[in-house]
């Protein structure tokens, strides 16, 4: 019995490759770059309900740590597919390890989770707020749910490695906007790691065929677009590359933005996690039948590069027919009917979705899908061009598996009145910022802030609880985001969406809302700060209690660029307390 017991501690031990000698199972296995992109495993709601087994697991290759969910069928990071009103039962078993013994294991804040001598637990996870290495919970990225535990609380739920799975329960509000939305760990000080692994998932609210008829009956296809360590981080440029000025690495060890569109990219990207390895990036595979007009609903669930994407024939931009954004239809105000917004580009900034129609090239030519190279300003990421994947057409393309309804029933118009038309009972403004932890050394860290505009900066403390701002629920507020650094930032909040009314100075309104906005860089020449004005919504009876806003450059959210808002009760109100 003894034996036994050794022979189990040893085997879980010696997960980690260090020190078995023997290759890691392949838990988190990866296609091979060119392969055909497939669709991630979608897992439908039925009678209302999606019951889901997920076990999140990292193990280390080509140099990195890749970390992937899988679900009760072997699946990896499917896609949840609910109808509003519907309920998700998902539970979570956390079976990280400590792949590099270089890593701290517990760059800890919060309450240890064992007795050191013992081992016995002593955190509910639901309290515990620990954020350690091998700690991990979800946020579901865009749903007007509660900031709770069991829900969408990330400031304290916390999953141990030895936690029993932990269960997240709740329903997709009945008004919740068709579209596409995602999960991912959200641990304090530890998000980029387990995202830029691959810690990430699509969500898709059914019914974007009953807001738009434009897309009823198309197939649609899901891309989530990650980033990854550089498989050939030491690789020369390609020799079809104009040659560029060189490169500078940043103190997080990326390649910095060189401003010419080329050179060696902060990051590798993965398309449904084929990988896209730079220096000549061979593109994924996507197969369509020719003229084949398809809904492609696209995540960029990378932890820091931007994207902006193109389709090409013979080199040439295709129209790219924008329906919705971070989930929401374009026409969602009620003012633009079935809206087909074409575009030859688009920008998603890392958390960003787009949805759009894309119409296959005629037999005999072939498609190229790729990213264009992001101006991220003089202190961000090089993120270049290069392509995603190569559209090849045939008539015996197989179909993707999911079509939507050809005659569905019109979605019922929002039931609050339009943001843009409800009068904002406060203006606030506030900055995202950067310092060096020794101004007097370029080579030291960098600490990033967001601050409301009058108080001192200070990075992100989980352990305050004191929000940097509070507001009362069922009104809405005008909030100016400035970025007074020198490289991009995408402005992100939980609970709710907003619209955006100004960008850069410039009145856009928007006739839709967002749950992350880019927030320009700032040049010296510039007399103002870049900003966006965002309308923000707390009228929902869900977007309630203390929940968080930050950058979703996840080396920034890591490195304190987060705040704490408190969304109080309205005064007189009977709604529950937090
Ligand atoms: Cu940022």
Known sequence: MKQFVLLAVLSAVCFAPVCSGKEPPDICSRPSPAS???????????????????????????????????????????????????????HLKNDLTVTDPKQPPAHMHGAPQFNTKTRAKTADPCLSGAMTVTSTNLHFHGLTIPSVCHQDD???????????????????PAGEPPGLYWYHPHIHGFSKVQV????????????????????????????????????????????????IPKFLIDRDGDAANNGTGFGKPAKDLSINYVPVPYPDYPPAAIKMKPNEKQLWRVLNASAITYLNLAVLFN????????????????NYN???????????????????????????????????????????????????????ATIAVSNDAPEPRS???????????PALPW????????????????????PTNPASATEFYITVDGKTPALFDPQSGVPDIVAEQGTVEDWIIENRSNELHAFHIHQLHFLLLDYMGRAVNEPFLRDTVNVPYYKDTMLVYPSVRLR???????????????CHLLEHEDGGMMGLIRVKPSAGSTSRKQ
């Open 419 to 438: 943001l843009a038309d409800v009068a904002p009972v406060r203006t606030r403004r506030l900055y995202f910022s950067e310092k060096l932890t020794d």
């Open 536 to 550: 923000m919504d707390f009228r929902d009876p869900n977007t309630l209690g203390t929940f968080v806003f930050h």
């Open 403 to 413: 079509t939507l309804a050809a005659s569905p029933e019109r979605l019922a118009p």
């Open 334 to 388: 009620g003012t633009l009917g079935d809206l087909v917004s074409n575009q030859d580009h688009l920008g998603v900034p890392p958390g960003a979705r787009v949805e759009f129609i894309v119409q296959g090239p005629p037999l005999g030519t072939t498609g190229l899908f790729v990213t264009r190279t992001v101006d991220t300003g003089p202190g961000g990421e090089n993120d270049p061009n290069r392509a995603l």
């Open 154 to 172: 990330v400031l304290k739920t916390s999953i141990s490695p030895h936690d029993a799975p932990f269960e997240y329960r709740f329903r997709i």
């Open 196 to 243: 830029l692994g691959g810690a990430s998932g699509a969500l898709i609210i059914e019914g974007i065929e009953r807001a738009n008829k434009e897309v009823a009956g198309l197939p649609e296809r899901v891309f989530i677009i990650r980033d990854q360590n550089l498989l050939n981080p030491d690789a020369p440029p390609s020799k079809s590359e104009p040659v």
């Open 315 to 330: 080199k040439k931009p295709q129209p790219l027919g924008l329906v919705a954004m971070d989930g929401v239809p374009l």
């Open 36 to 90: 055909p992109v497939l669709e991630p495993e979608d897992l439908r709601s039925h009678d209302g309900v999606l019951k889901v087994d997920l076990t999140i697991h990292n193990q280390d290759a080509d140099g990195s740590t890749r970390y992937c969910y899988i679900d009760g069928n072997g699946n990896q990071s499917p896609n949840l597919r609910l109808k509003p009103g519907d309920l998700l039962i998902l």
